[in-house]
């Protein structure tokens, strides 16, 4: 059954620090997102990307924050200076098209952790 | 703006019990419904989903029914097994890409 897979599954930084969490979305998917979740926390949405560009983005989603999809299968999410609030579970997520039927897959995460 | 809520936890149950987690939604179209779980140390997996008012989505034992009139989305299983701990996250799309998840009910199943 495909799968959305991210690496690392474990990410240490410290403070200051660019990070990139990767992530290979299912191969037909259209839709690419990032969410986050906070350690007992509700999930949070930061971005979507349709098309080579950025459909959607939350108010988390600041300067310090970017995505890429910089092969044609992978996709990327890149945080430039990391601070302690943002150590997370980082989801990767992917959907077909289908309109507003199609689900999210997820994948199973990054776990950040900013010392 | 669309939002869903979602009963607060965390929930015990013997093994063998009712379960309903309850979730209600606000959306300004007409939105999809999704269960997801998440099991310890895992992701997120898509439990079940209903796409209309009153489709009922199941999977696995459990159920829910889309209810347009209450604006609910309830999950309900019959006979919860150990296997069945988890944290359950009732979730909304509407007319945008982004989904609205709830805050997520931890449940716990005891022998």
């Known amino acids: 059954e495909p799968e959305v897979t991210q690496t690392p599954s474990h990410q240490v930084t410290q403070m200051g620090q660019e990070v990139i969490l990767r992530c290979v979305p299912i191969?037909?998917?259209?839709?690419f997102y990032w969410y986050r979740q906070i350690l007992g926390q509700k999930v949070e949405f930061l971005v979507s990307?349709?098309?080579?560009?950025?459909?959607?983005k939350s108010e988390i989603f600041d300067d310090q924050f970017s995505v890429e999809r910089p092969d044609g299968s992978n996709f990327t999410l890149k945080i430039r200076s990391t601070k302690l609030e943002d150590s997370a579970m980082y989801f990767c997520a992917s959907r077909e098209s289908g309109g507003g039927r199609a689900e999210a897959f997820f994948g199973q995460g990054t776990r950040l952790t900013v010392v | 703006g669309d939002s869903v809520t979602q009963m607060e936890g965390p929930v015990t149950l013997s093994e063998e019990a009712f379960l309903t987690i309850n979730c209600t939604y606000t959306?300004?179209?007409?939105?999809?419904l999704f269960w997801y779980v998440q099991y310890p140390g895992e992701g997120l997996q898509l439990l079940l989903k209903a796409t209309k008012a009153d489709d009922k989505g199941s999977n696995k034992g459990f159920e829910a029914t889309y209810r347009k009139e209450t604006t609910s989305f309830h999950l309900e299983k019959g006979s919860v097994q150990v296997s069945d701990s988890a944290v359950y996250f009732c979730a909304l799309r509407d007319t945008g890409n982004q989904f609205y998840f709830g805050t997520g009910t931890s449940l716990t199943v005891i022998p």
């Open positions: 959306a300004t179209g007409y939105p999809s």
């Open positions: 990307f349709y098309n080579n560009e950025i459909s959607e």
């Open positions: 191969s037909n998917h259209l839709y």
